[in-house]
């Protein structure tokens, strides 16, 4: 059974960072892509960054552009998403997602089939 479980989240004041981690189990995490996603009050879900666990390749949202980072520890089945210069607007349930990279067509949440169950991401102006 897949399993995701995303840690990190809390509250941090405009221009604060914090670091995301998503635990994976239940497949074989090489063969996968993940990412993070996110759903603010009366939103939909949006894409923030993905990756191929395969090789590494990465995916941004503009919004997040170069100051979100996003990387994958294979040994540990982890997957992180370092946030720094937030703003308030970054507020959101942050969700990790996973999807074989057999038949992956890109970072789209309609793409991803597994998800966790969410981290709360809070910035205070």
């Known amino acids: 059974e897949v399993q995701l479980v995303e840690s990190g989240g809390g509250l941090v004041q405009a221009g604060g960072s914090l670091r995301l981690s998503c635990a994976a189990s239940?497949?074989?995490?090489?063969?996968?892509?993940t990412g993070w996603f996110r759903q603010a009050p009366g939103k939909e879900r949006e894409v923030v960054s993905c990756i191929s666990n395969f090789d590494g390749t990465t995916y941004y949202a503009d919004s997040v552009k170069d100051r979100f980072t996003i990387s994958s520890d294979n040994a540990k089945n982890t997957v992180y998403l370092q946030m720094n210069s937030l703003k308030p607007e970054d507020t959101a349930v942050y969700y990790c997602?996973?999807?074989?990279?057999?038949?992956?067509?890109?970072?789209?949440?309609?793409?991803?089939?597994?998800w966790g169950q969410g981290t709360q991401v809070t910035v205070s102006s």
């Open positions: 239940g497949f074989r995490f090489g063969h996968y892509a």
């Open positions: 997602a996973a999807d074989p990279l057999n038949g992956y067509r890109g970072c789209a949440v309609d793409e991803y089939n597994h």
